[in-house]
């Protein structure tokens, strides 16, 4: 889970499903510089298991055949697969 190799595929992933920023507006371009400056105390947080991510934006998407679904966009600290546990 906190492989380099997982860390560096999750912006591609992000990008390659068209994801959007969430609540802090954090592009994957911007998380990348981001999580460089700031993964110290992101993995300390993630190993005592005190991480606690941001509020996720909701957003409603149409189903193809009627209806809709509700999606959670993290934001782009939460985004990364660290933080989601994948």
């Known amino acids: 889970m906190l ?4 860390l ?7 990008r390659a499903n068209g994801g959007a920023p969430g609540v802090d507006g954090m592009t994957t371009e911007e998380l990348v510089p981001w999580l460089r400056e ?4 992101v993995r300390q947080a993630l190993d005592a298991g005190t991480y606690r991510p941001s509020p996720v934006r909701r957003v409603v998407i149409p189903k193809p ?3 809709e679904r509700l ?3 993290p934001t782009g600290a939460a985004n ?3 933080a989601q546990g994948s």
């Open 3 to 6: 492989s380099a190799e997982n």
């Open 80 to 82: 990364c697969p660290v």
């Open 65 to 67: 055949g009627g209806g």
């Open 8 to 14: 560096g595929r999750a912006p591609w992933r992000v």
């Open 38 to 41: 700031h993964w110290a105390p």
């Open 71 to 73: 999606l959670g966009v």
